[in-house]
């Protein structure tokens, strides 16, 4: 009997030899085997495939004010000249809950989600109704984030801005004279009139900016922002009772009145409204 040989190298799963000789029998030809890297695992279909993990990617659970906040190395890092990213790449030292395994960091938690969204999509997404602008923006300075910071102060002066607008822009005083059929008159901010009587920006004749023509006198005068008497029914051509139900429907309502007989006998009823800056009326 013949005896059957054997591979040399130890190892039984690859054969590097051909052929198998027993009892005479022709050569059975041997297929060799591959192992997969033993760090790879098969694809299967329909099942998650973990990803290779590496210090950029893994997870990082931060301690912000008592308020637990999971993400990577690479999102914390993503501004390379702010504080934030010094203090996790090795630039700053941060406090190390031993226990919990978790970084510290004594500033506000809550807001801490608006800055950590803005580092994921380098946008700054706030809800519609958020008011604390002043707040978000005193974290991000403390985080030294130099687009987040710029990009909420413009936000704080657009509102200061519009706040000082809707302030100032409350009160219209509406004076009516029944010469000449009738004489409706009124005094305000120009941005108001002409939202609420927008017949003003389809007149051709409407001076520009409802300002007087240079050149020419009128009783009427204007400044960058207020008007003074336009004469409102000689463009839109309403009535003084058309006129008071259409600042009516937008909330104003009449505080003060006074009348009486002007130079030559001429009569004037003088009104003033006001308008509530919370009513829901003002955006109609």
């Known amino acids: 009997m013949k005896t059957m040989e054997t591979p040399t190298n130890g190892d039984s799963a690859n054969y590097n030899r051909s052929t198998l000789l027993c009892n005479g029998s022709p050569p059975i030809k041997v297929i060799k085997q591959s192992m997969s890297p033993p760090n790879i695992l098969p694809s299967i279909p329909g099942v998650p495939v973990p990803a290779t993990p590496s210090r950029l990617t893994a997870p990082v659970h931060v301690d912000i004010g008592g308020t637990i906040y999971t993400c990577t190395l690479e999102t914390l890092t993503k501004d390379p000249h702010s504080r934030l990213a010094k203090l996790f790449n090795g630039g700053l030292p941060i406090v190390l809950d031993t226990m919990k395994q978790h970084y510290f960091i004594d500033r506000d938690g809550r807001l801490f989600r608006h800055v950590l969204n803005y580092l994921r999509t380098g946008k700054v997404c706030l809800p519609a109704q958020f008011d604390e602008l002043d707040q978000l923006l005193e974290e991000a300075k403390f ?63 409407t001076p520009t900016g409802l300002s007087p023509p240079s050149g020419a006198a009128y009783s009427w005068a204007a400044d960058s922002d207020y008007v003074t008497r336009f004469p409102l029914n000689g463009y839109c051509r309403l009535s003084s009772v058309e006129v008071l139900e259409r600042l009516f429907q937008r909330g104003f309502a009449v505080v003060g009145s006074c009348g009486g007989a002007g130079v030559e006998g001429s009569q004037f009823t003088e009104y003033l409204l006001r308008r509530n800056g919370n009513s829901s009326a003002e955006a109609k």
């Open 143 to 205: 985080y030294e984030l130099s687009e987040l910071v710029d990009s909420v102060a413009a936000r704080i002066s657009t509102r200061e801005r519009r706040n000082s607008v809707t302030h100032r822009s409350q009160t219209l005083i509406l004076l009516v004279r029944p010469e000449h059929g009738e004489s409706v008159n009124i005094t305000g901010d120009k941005s108001l009139i002409t939202n609420l009587f927008p017949e003003l920006r389809n007149k051709q004749q």
